[in-house]
């Protein structure tokens, strides 16, 4: 079973939405820390958003407002909501799950391609 699984990407105008889907196997144990990453051609991965077990949220500096993380812990899950697209948004956008305890381990999905179109 994969760890982690993305799903949602795609293509979008300008100002448009997208909503980004990760499941987290539910072989993972313990309490971990779910986020949403991206890495753009040629630029260092970075944080779009990330949400521990416990419900505390933490944005990247560049989203400003415009997306929203949710976390369903029944489910196993990470929703990342994005609006109001930009150019520079586009990037891989990768579900990343995270242990900072013992056991400590991190995964990572795939990644899910975000383009959006000017």
């Known amino acids: 079973q994969v760890p982690v699984v993305e799903s949602g990407g795609g293509l979008v105008q300008t100002g448009g939405s997208l909503r980004l889907s990760c499941t987290v196997a539910g072989s993972i144990r313990g309490a971990y820390t779910l986020g949403w990453y991206r890495q753009a051609p040629g630029k260092q991965r970075e944080l779009v958003a990330s949400v521990t077990s416990g419900g505390n949220i933490k944005y990247g500096d560049f989203v400003k407002d415009r997306f929203t993380v949710s976390r369903d812990n029944g489910k196993n899950t990470v929703d990342l909501q994005m609006n109001d697209l930009q150019p520079e948004d586009t990037a891989v956008y990768y579900c990343?799950?995270?242990?900072?305890?013992?056991?400590?381990?991190?995964?990572w999905g795939q990644g899910t391609p975000v383009t959006v179109s000017s």
């Open positions: 990343n799950a995270r242990r900072f305890v013992t056991p400590i381990y991190t995964y």
